[in-house]
């Protein structure tokens, strides 16, 4: 069965510092991997997607992910946070077919002025 | 181009009633999916429809059942309710495939007492 793991619960950083959240997945096959955000009372928002290709992939809001398929990790990194990116993090694994993501426990970031 | 609707955003219901959600998708959308979330289990898959048919099921009892429509606006139904039913439940629509994102609605509210 497909699990995704998100080893930190809660993280507080400093504005402007560098951010990593990690993400492992466990899956038989390279799954489509996916990083989403959710504000306080909001839904989710997309920040970046991995299917194939250039393991380093860009999203929105200057967020990056890297796919390391030997560690089976898909950890989101960002070069200097900022106090709106203050919300919960998710990270999402899905087959190749159907829409039946299957989501990590989130990441809570804090961010510190 | 409009979001995705959920209605209501809150419901209040007590053990044993039973309760109907509503979500309309981003027009052209033809794959919603359902999802709880809960402080304890996190985001779980519930189903998705695709074209009026349930396309993908997660591990949730028979008491959880959805159904879409023509115009590709879905609705879920929860019968007898139980106190662990409290719990955000959002929707989300696509195109269908998942290389397509899927777009989240604010989600809906659900307590029960």
């Known amino acids: 069965a497909q699990s995704v793991t998100q080893p930190d619960i809660h993280i507080t950083v400093s504005e402007g510092a560098s951010l990593e959240l990690r993400c492992n997945y466990s899956y038989g096959a390279t799954p489509y991997l996916f990083w989403y955000v959710q504000s306080p009372g909001q839904g989710l928002q997309l920040l970046l997607k991995?299917?194939?290709?250039?393991?380093l992939v860009q999203g929105i809001k200057g967020f990056e992910a890297e796919f390391k398929r030997s560690q089976s990790s898909f950890n989101l990194r960002k070069p200097s946070v900022h106090w709106s990116d203050a919300a919960e993090y998710f990270c999402?694994?899905?087959?190749?077919?159907?829409?039946?993501?299957?989501f990590g426990p989130g990441t809570r970031l804090s961010v510190l002025p | 181009k409009a979001g995705v609707t959920q209605t209501p955003r809150y419901l209040i219901k007590t053990r044993g009633q039973q309760v109907t959600l509503s979500c309309s998708p981003i027009s052209g959308h033809r794959s919603v999916s359902w999802y709880q979330q809960t402080p304890g289990q996190g985001l779980q898959f519930l189903f998705e429809y695709f074209s009026e048919t349930q396309r993908n099921k997660g591990n949730f009892p028979g008491r959880f059942s959805g159904r879409q429509f023509s115009n590709s606006r879905s609705e879920m139904n929860v019968s007898t309710l139980e106190l662990g039913d409290s719990a955000l439940y959002l929707c989300?629509?696509?195109?269908?495939?998942?290389?397509?994102?899927?777009?989240f609605g604010p989600g809906t509210r659900l307590t029960v007492l």
């Open positions: 989300a629509s696509s195109l269908g495939t998942v290389d397509n994102e899927q777009f």
């Open positions: 999402a694994v899905a087959p190749n077919y159907g829409q039946n993501f299957v």
């Open positions: 991995y299917f194939s290709g250039d393991t």
